[in-house]
C-alpha cells in the first residue's frame, strides 16, 4: 500500500525566504506526482505535476523535483510571500493499470509567511 | 470557463439521516472523483468515475456511501444513516482525459458535520 509522507508538519519563514517542503512515497512504480496548495476553507489547487519520466517542473517562483527510485519528491518556494500561506499536499499516482487513477496524498505542510 | 462547483458548501445532519452531497464538473471533463478530507486521516480518495460508470470504488468505506454519476456530467455522492465519524469536508474532482491520470481540478467542498 502506497504510503505519503510530508514533512515538516508545519512551518512558519519570515518573507522573503527561500524554503523547501519535502515529500517521500513508499511505493516508486509511481505514474506521476503532483503538488496541491490548500488555503483554509476551500479547495485545491493544483501547482505542479511531474511525470514519472521527468525530474523536475517549474512555475515562476515554484520548482518541484521528482527522484523516483529514491521515493523523493522536494518543492522549492523562492522568495516567499505572505501570499504563499497555505497547506501544501502532494500526491501520487500509481502505474496506470487502467483503473489506477486514484491520487494518494501526503498529510501536508502548513506554511506560514510572515512579514 | 467555470470551474468545479460543490452543493451544499456546508450541511449539518443529524445521525441516522441520509445526505446527498452534489459535484458539477468542468464542463467536458469526462473523469469525476470523490475525496474525503477528515481531520486526523488527511485526504483520502473514495470513488471514481469514467463517464458514468465507475471503475474504481475501492475507496468507498461502507455499503452506506454510494455514488452516481447522470449523463456524464453532474455526481451525487450519498450517505445513508449517518455517523459522526462520516463528518469530513468531501471533494470532488475533475479532470479532462479518457485516461483517468491528468490533472485533477478540485471543488471548494462541501463540509458535513453529522450532530
Known amino acids: 500500500k502506497q504510503e505519503v509522507t510530508q514533512i515538516p508538519a508545519a512551518l512558519s519563514v519570515p518573507e522573503g525566504e527561500n524554503l523547501v517542503l519535502n515529500c517521500s512515497f513508499t511505493d516508486s512504480a509511481i505514474y506521476n506526482l503532483q503538488w496541491f496548495r490548500q488555503d483554509p476553507g476551500k479547495g485545491l489547487t493544483s501547482l505542479l505535476l511531474?511525470?514519472?519520466?521527468?525530474r523536475e517542473q517549474t512555475s515562476g517562483r515554484l520548482n518541484a523535483s521528482l527522484d523516483k527510485s529514491s521515493g523523493r519528491s522536494t518543492l522549492y518556494i523562492a522568495a516567499s510571500q505572505p501570499g504563499d500561506s497555505a497547506t501544501y499536499l502532494c500526491a501520487v499516482r500509481r502505474v496506470n493499470t487502467g483503473t489506477a487513477s486514484k491520487l494518494t496524498f501526503g498529510t501536508g505542510t502548513r506554511l506560514q509567511v510572515t512579514l | 470557463g467555470a470551474g468545479v462547483s460543490q452543493s451544499p458548501s456546508n450541511k449539518v445532519t443529524e445521525k441516522g439521516k441520509d445526505v446527498e452531497l452534489r459535484c458539477d464538473p468542468i464542463s467536458g471533463h469526462t473523469a469525476l472523483y470523490w475525496y474525503r478530507q477528515s481531520l486526523g486521516q488527511g485526504l483520502e480518495f473514495l470513488i471514481y468515475f469514467q463517464g458514468n460508470s465507475a471503475p474504481d470504488k475501492s475507496g468507498l468505506p461502507s455499503d452506506r456511501f454510494s455514488a452516481e454519476r447522470t449523463g456524464g456530467s453532474v455526481s451525487t455522492l450519498t450517505i445513508q444513516r449517518t455517523q459522526q465519524e462520516d463528518s469530513a469536508v468531501y471533494l470532488c474532482?475533475?479532470?479532462?482525459?479518457?485516461?483517468?491520470?491528468?490533472?485533477?481540478?478540485f471543488g471548494p467542498g462541501t463540509r458535513l458535520t453529522v450532530l
Open positions: 474532482a475533475s479532470s479532462h482525459g479518457t485516461s483517468g491520470v491528468d490533472t485533477q481540478y
Open positions: 511531474i511525470q514519472s519520466s521527468q
